[in-house]
């Protein structure tokens, strides 16, 4: 089990361009989560995925957001147009769902983030 | 509205003390609760997590919480503090099994020699 993984760690870009950030979950999680965390909160979330369907996309920010995991293996996430609010670190996490005593839980397990910084 | 709520924006706790942070939820059932850690510039490692049974559950690097259905709180303890515990640690809730994980503001712990 190595984790969750996510590339590049950081991101300078200039206003105006597009970026990519992928995450690869673990390996046996069919579950997918972007979060996106700005200075001083904790974070938001963004969009999931469950194998290659994504079940939950009303929180991306805005039609410049968007997400995929066309093989329900790796995810990425693209803002295109970025502007300087879009300045944060982008975290991705996995998980999968564990059946106890007829109960479902499921536990996230986070990557070390992307940091995208805007100019 | 569905909140998770961290009073304490800074604690600064003494190498060895105790410590304790609060995080308080709104909402009407029981939620998955959990609580992470993240050091600067990292991810978030997750310390425990409560989903049902008893009501005191321990986790990593000797941190223990206890949930309290009748304050909607899930404060997280530890009876002896390390200076590498100096981080800042979040409470995240799931709400009515919506995958999806709320989290509070965070709690950013400064540990003194």
């Known amino acids: 089990d190595t984790g969750v993984s996510q590339n590049p760690r950081h991101k300078i870009t200039k206003r105006g361009q597009n970026v990519t950030f992928r995450c690869d979950p673990i390996s046996e999680h069919n579950r997918l989560y972007w979060y996106r965390q700005t200075l001083g909160q904790g974070p938001e979330f963004l969009t999931y995925?469950?194998?290659?369907?994504?079940?939950?996309k009303s929180r991306l920010l805005s039609d410049r957001f968007s997400a995929e995991r066309p093989k329900g293996s790796f995810s990425t996430l693209e803002i295109q147009r970025t502007e300087q609010g879009d300045s944060a670190m982008y975290l991705c996490?996995?998980?999968?769902?564990?059946?106890?005593?007829?109960?479902?839980?499921?536990?996230?397990?986070f990557g070390p983030g992307t940091r995208l910084l805007v100019l | 509205a569905q909140s998770v709520t961290q009073p304490d924006i800074h604690i600064t706790v003494s190498e060895g003390a105790s410590l304790e942070l609060r995080c308080n939820y709104s909402y009407g059932a029981t939620p998955y609760l959990f609580w992470y850690v993240q050091s600067p510039g990292q991810g978030l490692q997750l310390l425990l997590k409560y989903f049902s049974g008893d009501t005191l559950v321990q986790g990593i690097k000797g941190f223990e919480a206890e949930f309290k259905r009748s304050q909607s709180s899930f404060n997280l303890r530890k009876p002896s503090v390390h200076w590498s515990d100096a981080a800042e640690y979040f409470c995240a809730v799931e709400m009515d099994s919506s995958y999806k994980l709320i989290f509070g503001s965070g709690t950013r712990l400064l540990v003194r020699p």
């Open positions: 995925f469950q194998n290659e369907a994504q079940l939950e």
């Open positions: 996490a996995s998980s999968s769902l564990l059946v106890v005593r007829a109960e479902v839980q499921e536990t996230q397990y």
